[in-house]
């Protein structure tokens, strides 16, 4: 049970990894390729191409890093559930 847990987590965070992973490299190549176009009413200085590519970091680059953490969780969870699975075979060979 713990294994197919880990399989669910390894296939959820690998979603959310390459789906979110794949819209901020979209946002940050838009934006590096695209001329600024600051807003006149709001302040220029954020507006700018290092401003926009932070609130894409912000935005993209949180979901992303959630989706690698449950995607190593359950790698981890299915590590141990094969760990402890092969040592209850040894410890049940040596009679």
Known sequence: MIRFIGFVLMAIGGLITTLCG???IFGIVTILTHPCLPRPDADKAFWGTAGRSQLVLLVGGVPTVVGVG?????FALTRGAEDAGSRREDS???D
């Open 22 to 24: 794949l819209c901020t």
């Open 70 to 74: 449950l995607f190593m969780l359950g």
């Open 92 to 94: 049940e060979n040596v």
